[in-house]
């Protein structure tokens, strides 16, 4: 197939990235020792803390997320230190591999894939841990691979009422930037990031959001670490440098994205993914096609997972999409391969650019003969409309 016009990027990440952003790397690369770096990073760090919502530093990584992951580990553990882990999907697998990997003791509390972290199951976890043997809780805020969002605030409440004292690492890889999150309010000790989804960056920076407690624990913690280790970076960032060669172009890039999101205005950038979300729930439904995510609390503003019915192959289906009309959707990982459809509407992402997205959904599924409803697109349309106000009669 021959393909023309913009190709379609409708996984959960990497996402679009935005023209301004692309420009803003198309730039030659400066000294990462002098002046102009400097005030680079300063203003990185600034605008970065008003989007995790902190007042306390970021680590920032050339590195994945999954590195970031590592990082929030290795920092703040020892070896042998016990860490809850909350099975949400194939991402909370990811962590558990990795604490294991390094020598943790992981208890992996079993979830149903398609409900968020239960408060309730920590609270009472945690209250039969008196001596507080246990170091770490480990939650996937957005669970990528589902579609459904773990409440993180709850979950603070639940270590508060039993006054666990245990760290609480978040993943917030496919949060940050697209669903509102609170590192202050709600206590977290490391929160996990990558720049190539709700920070509309290509893949290539990750993020540890860090508090004090986090801070004072890395002080003791004996995991092995060097790349890794927070506080060069921490020391260093404080002239507005690194301790190794930074990512330069990238950081050009998140200094524009960083802009684009003060711009738009967080609480904004929030409600235009609740209603992408909203409207992409619309037209799942009215197909006649399951979401994963089982509670309405718990659904996802930055992406959607549906199940293919029955005897019909999810992976056939998302390469007729692709073949079609160029565009990629997200696959499904772990025991929801080939089962699952993922529909990324986060970052850079508009009205029109859903309605091309699920016009290509429905689409596929006609040529795929998939058995639907019609009139998906039309009810997510409608939806789309619903909360637009109505135009001003021009004086
Ligand atoms: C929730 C979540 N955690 C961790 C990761 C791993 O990030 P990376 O692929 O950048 O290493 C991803 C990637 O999609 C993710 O969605």
């Not at 194939?90 to 992996?108: K, M, P």
Request: hydrophobic content about 40%; glycine content about 8%; overall charge negative.
């Amino acid at each position: 197939m021959h393909c023309t016009g913009r190709h379609f990027l409708q996984i959960p990440g990497p996402t679009n990235v935005p023209d301004r952003v692309l420009r803003a790397m198309d730039y030659p690369v400066i000294d990462h020792r002098g002046p102009e770096f400097a005030a680079l990073t300063r203003e990185i760090l600034d605008g970065l803390g008003l989007v995790f919502k902190t007042s306390g530093p970021v680590v920032i990584f050339p590195s994945s997320g999954t590195g970031a992951a590592e990082a929030a580990l290795v920092n703040t553990l020892s070896p042998g230190d016990r860490a809850l882990v909350f099975e949400t999907g194939h991402f909370s697998q990811v962590w558990r591999g990795i604490a294991e990997r390094h020598g943790l003791q992981v208890e992996y509390v079993p979830e149903n894939w398609r409900l968020g972290a239960s408060d309730t199951e920590l609270e009472s976890r945690l209250a039969a841990d008196p001596t507080h043997t246990i170091q770490a809780v480990v939650v996937v805020h957005n669970e990528t691979s589902t579609g459904v969002t773990s409440r993180i605030g709850a979950l603070r409440a639940a270590m508060n009422r039993v006054r666990h004292p245990a760290l609480l690492i978040v993943d917030a890889v496919s949060s940050l930037g697209s669903i509102d999150f609170r590192q202050d309010e709600w206590e977290v000790d490391v929160t996990v990031v990558g720049s190539q989804k709700g920070l509309m960056l290509p893949p290539g920076l990750g993020f540890n959001a860090v508090s004090e407690k986090a801070i004072a624990a890395s002080r003791s913690a004996k995991l092995g670490r060097s790349y890794w280790d927070w506080r060069p970076v921490l020391e260093q960032n404080r002239n507005g440098f690194f301790p190794y060669t930074p990512a330069t172009n990238l950081l050009f890039a998140l200094r524009e994205a960083l802009r684009m999101l003060h711009e738009e205005g967080l609480q904004n950038v929030f409600l235009r993914h609740d209603r992408h979300a909203h409207a992409t729930r619309t037209a799942v439904k009215t197909w006649g096609l399951e979401i994963v995510c089982e509670d309405p609390r718990e659904y996802s503003s930055s992406m959607t997972a549906f199940f293919m019915p029955d005897g019909h192959d999810a992976d056939r289906f998302r390469s007729i999409v692709l073949e079609h009309f160029d565009m990629s959707l997200g696959v499904g990982l772990s025991k929801l391969a080939g089962r699952v459809v993922r529909i990324g509407h986060l970052g850079s992402y508009n009205d029109l650019m859903l309605a091309a997205t699920l016009s290509g959904i429905e689409m596929g599924l006609r040529v795929a003969g998939v058995p639907h409803r019609e009139g998906g697109v039309t009810a997510a349309l409608r939806s789309l409309t619903q909360d637009v106000p109505a135009a001003q009669p021009i004086a």
